[in-house]
């Protein structure tokens, strides 16, 4: 046998986080000696191994809003939790230059999402670092009868979201963890396996059962890492992602298909500083325009693949010109916005005035391509189960969805929130953090919201992948209405503000 401990990188006044380079392993040595023997050198190297609360795969930005929203509880902020994760960057803090354009990875982070953030200290962070709030949205489609503007005043608020971009979303909720009474361990590693057994009574195994007991008892998941570790945890929580490990290794299914899309993203720059999100539905997918500060957007394009790699691999000129084309005249007039609401659908509202302010609004022209133009597929997909006896997933680990509507990440805070509620509320009542039925209570709260949105959002990726004359004034219907109809345009911007969880008539 070899151990070898960790040593201690960072110790701060409000706790300590450590990186193991490697906690312990166990070599297979050949000796005559009995079974018996063997398992117990085994067990008493098993007993040596780390033993955690929470176990969290996965140190992207959901996975790390848990920890930190564990960290701003009372009743879970001095649980002991592992955040593995084998991104080698992971675990430093992100130091962003003044004068350096932004990343093209950015999140919309709705004002229910702000909320969350600022509930667990990170926004102050954010606010720090560079960010763009947005009052209004214009969407638009090719066609030019389709088209609806908001404005955060609909509602009585000041923001209708704010564009982040995803490595200060991250670095700003780690502080928020490393500054914390948390017991947080970083392990630079990916798991590689995942065994747990049904649970069974603890009756005779003293007043401190060890780590074999209570693992022989289904009392903890055992987690072997690619470094060598292994490490023991109450709760294991899937935050890797749309490939999650922890989901395949706990055999939950997932059902979804693939779309014919890519995404094609990138930060682009203006003359002027952009304060509007701008969204406008092509005949291949919608294309966003979103601030993002010191007049930088960023752009989202939805594509068929093949044209994806020719966008992809164009010159930045000819980029640039395409950009520009399909967020003004390129494939279709502008709406019809006058005065009298004088559109063709009038019919549907009568004579309504508008006002200057609804009234339909070129984008700002990009003149420059700030960053590399990155492309990915896009998909839908959603787990079958979000829990099973000591595991939890959370994020894209449970569920993906079209990127149409930002929506993504903020699902992910929002499971992050139930989950650490889930938690803390079992602790209050004594119950095991791992048992299937304390984290069924985190599936039935956000397992419908997820299936809801991601409803809303397949609807209308499948409304626009089809062009033809009836739909095209059935979607400009939709558009006219939610633009002039009030107690809609209310429901559809609360929605999507994350303010009303439910389906949209709910």
Not at 16 to 23: V, Y
Not at 52 to 63: C, E, L, Q, S, Y
Not at 124 to 145: N, P, S
Request: net charge neutral; glycine share 8%; hydrophobic share 40%.
């Amino acid at each position: 046998m070899n151990r070898v401990f960790a040593r201690q990188l960072r110790t701060n006044v409000c706790g300590t986080t450590k990186i193991f380079l490697r906690t312990c392993s166990t070599h297979k040595v050949s000796t005559s000696s009995s079974n018996e023997e063997s398992n117990a050198k085994r067990n008493s190297t098993d007993d040596d191994c780390p033993q955690h609360d929470i176990a969290i795969v996965g140190g992207g930005m959901v996975g790390i809003a848990l920890a930190a929203s564990l960290a701003s509880k009372p009743l879970t902020k001095h649980l002991n939790v592992a955040i593995i994760d084998n991104n080698p960057h992971f675990g430093r803090k992100n130091i962003l230059e003044k004068g350096h354009p932004p990343d093209a990875r950015v999140s919309t982070v709705t004002p229910a999402t702000i909320s969350f953030l600022k509930d667990i200290g990170a926004w102050k962070y954010i606010e720090e670092q560079r960010h763009a709030y947005f009052d209004k949205m214009q969407v638009w489609d090719y066609t030019g009868l389709g088209y609806t503007r908001y404005n955060a005043k609909d509602v009585d608020q000041d923001i209708l979201g704010c564009v982040v971009e995803n490595k200060v979303l991250q670095s700003s909720q780690l502080s928020c963890v490393l500054e914390s009474d948390l017991q947080k361990t970083i392990y630079p590693a990916r798991l590689n396996s995942m065994d747990m057994l049904p649970s069974s009574s603890l009756t005779g195994l003293g007043e401190v059962p060890s780590i074999t007991d209570l693992f022989m008892r289904g009392r903890l998941a055992k987690l072997e890492l690619s470094d060598g570790n292994n490490v023991y945890a109450k709760l294991v929580v899937g935050a890797d992602g749309s490939k999650s490990q922890v989901r395949e290794l706990a055999g939950i299914k997932t059902t979804g298909w693939n779309y014919s899309q890519n995404a094609i993203i990138c930060t682009v720059e203006h003359t002027v500083e952009n304060f509007t999100a701008w969204q406008r539905f092509l005949p291949n997918g919608p294309i966003a325009l979103l601030p993002i500060g010191d007049k930088f957007s960023n752009i989202v394009w939805t594509m068929d693949p093949t044209e994806a790699s020719d966008r992809k691999s164009m010159s930045e000129d000819d980029f640039i010109k395409a950009v520009n084309d399909a967020l003004d005249y390129g494939y279709g007039p502008h709406p019809e916005t006058t005065s009298s609401g004088g559109s063709s659908l009038s019919w549907l509202t009568g004579d309504v005035s508008i006002s200057a302010k609804e009234r339909f609004e070129t984008p700002p022209k990009v003149v420059k391509l700030s960053s590399e133009r990155m492309m990915f597929p896009l998909s839908l997909r959603h787990a079958k189960d979000y829990v099973s006896n000591r595991v939890a997933l959370v994020g894209d680990s449970a569920h993906t969805v079209h990127p149409l509507a930002g929506q993504g990440v903020n699902l992910g805070f929002a499971d992050a929130c139930a989950l650490s509620r889930a938690i803390a509320e079992g602790i209050a009542l004594g119950a095991d953090i791992g048992e299937a039925n304390l984290l069924k209570r985190y599936e039935a709260e956000r397992k419908p919201a997820n299936i809801a949105m991601m409803a809303v959002l397949d609807g209308i990726q499948k409304m626009y992948a089809v062009n033809f004359g009836p739909l095209n004034a059935l979607r400009a219907a939709a558009f006219h209405g939610a633009h002039y109809i009030s107690p809609l345009k209310k429901r559809i911007i609360s929605y999507a503000s994350g303010e009303q969880s439910l389906p949209l008539f709910a």
